[in-house]
């Protein structure tokens, strides 16, 4: 969670509140709890906060836990997820780890 901290942390009601107000942002969701049994969880730890340093001059970055904030509305039952909001609206979600060019493509789309 070493980068992370750098980032704002969002909690149920902030959440919801992005959401009322169609804000756009990038957020990504972990798991405290299942972190020693979800090793892809470290992994994303590592590369979110690189996301947000190469593309928060254009897009918020923000982090939640999912054992904290209720995203079955929005269809993330799971961690790790980066999720692409767009206008309130969930646009994409990336579930697990993924390549550093697959989320500069999914993030480069969402700028678009």
Request: one cysteine or more; a negative charge.
């Amino acid at each position: 969670m070493k980068g992370l901290e750098s980032l704002k942390r969002l909690t149920d009601e902030e959440f919801r509140s992005l959401l009322e107000s169609k804000e756009s942002f990038v957020l990504y969701v972990r798991s405290q709890r299942d972190y020693e049994r979800i090793k892809e969880i470290f992994d994303t730890d590592v590369v979110f906060p690189e996301l947000a340093k190469a593309f928060g001059d254009r897009l918020e970055f923000l982090w939640c836990d999912i054992d904290e904030v209720n995203l079955s509305e929005v269809g993330i039952h799971f961690a790790p997820v980066v999720a692409l909001f767009k206008g309130g609206k969930l646009l994409k979600k990336l579930e697990g780890i993924r390549s550093w060019a697959e989320y500069n493509r999914a993030i480069g789309e969402f700028l678009c």
